[in-house]
T-cell receptor, first 112, second 113 residues
Framework: TQLLEQSPQFLSIQEGENLTVYCNSSSVFSSLQWYRQEPGEGPVLLVT?????EVKKLKRLTFQFGDARKDSSLHITAAQPGDTGLYLC????????????FGTGTRLQVTL | EAQVTQNPRYLITVTGKKLTVTCSQNMNHEYMSWYRQDPGLGLRQIYY???????DKGDVPEGYKVSRKEKRNFPLILESPSPNQTSLYFC????????????FGSGTRLTVV
């Protein structure tokens, strides 16, 4: 079973601060996805990274896929209270791409 | 509006009473999947389906059944629910396997007493 470890588990910061969330594995993934989940709702897809070394930007969010495709990071610039939520990385299992493994999650709270 | 619709949102039932959680998507997606989310354990895949009549087990399939008779529907069946199946359940669908993300439903909070 391919595992995805996220760090940190919890992050509480003030509005305007920058932060980085990490998603690591000992296995190679063909792609990685990032989701944000708010309380009582399903995860919402933010981005998919496919190519090793790829960098994607979504407004204040920057996603990077490691060169070896074993890790990914999410960087948020000037965090806002609306960024509060649970951030999840996920990747398809090698050989059975329909089986999606989710990371352990990073719970972010941004306060005024 | 493109969406995955689950029903019911909340359900309290008793041990052993069969129940079905419905899931429907209006995006003509081929891939559908069920997950359960538990504190400390994260999201775990129960079953997934690659197309009509094609289903396979995820990581935690015990105690669950699924069927995919139509492309848009993927119900989750608990034949004899037990308290350890108390959880938050999500249905999700995707157009392509692997590289494309899933669209998730709003969830079903199930309590088995």
């Amino acid at each position: 079973t391919q595992l995805l470890e996220q760090s940190p588990q919890f992050l509480s910061i003030q509005e305007g601060e920058n932060l980085t969330v990490y998603c690591n594995s000992s296995s190679v993934f063909s792609s990685l996805q990032w989701y944000r989940q708010e309380p009582g709702e399903g995860p919402v897809l933010l981005v998919t990274v496919v190519t090793g070394g790829e960098v994607k930007k979504l407004k204040r969010l920057t996603f990077q896929f490691g060169d070896a495709r074993k890790d990914s990071s999410l960087h948020i610039t000037a965090a806002q209270p609306g960024d509060t939520g649970l951030y999840l990385c996920a990747g398809p299992n090698t050989g059975t791409a329909s089986k999606l493994t989710f990371g352990t999650g990073t719970r972010l709270q941004v306060t005024l | 509006e493109a969406q995955v619709t689950q029903n019911p949102r909340y359900l309290i039932t008793v041990t052993g009473k069969k129940l079905t959680v419905t899931c429907s998507q209006n995006m003509n997606h081929e891939y559908m999947s069920w997950y359960r989310q538990d504190p400390g354990l994260g999201l775990r895949q129960i079953y997934y389906s690659m197309n009509v009549e094609v289903t396979d087990k995820g990581d935690v399939p015990e105690g669950y059944k699924v069927s995919r008779k139509e492309k848009r529907n993927f119900p989750l069946i608990l034949e004899s629910p037990s308290p350890n199946q108390t959880s938050l359940y999500f249905c999700a669908s995707s157009l392509y396997q692997g590289t494309h993300g899933y669209t998730f439903g709003s969830g079903t909070r199930l309590t088995v007493v």
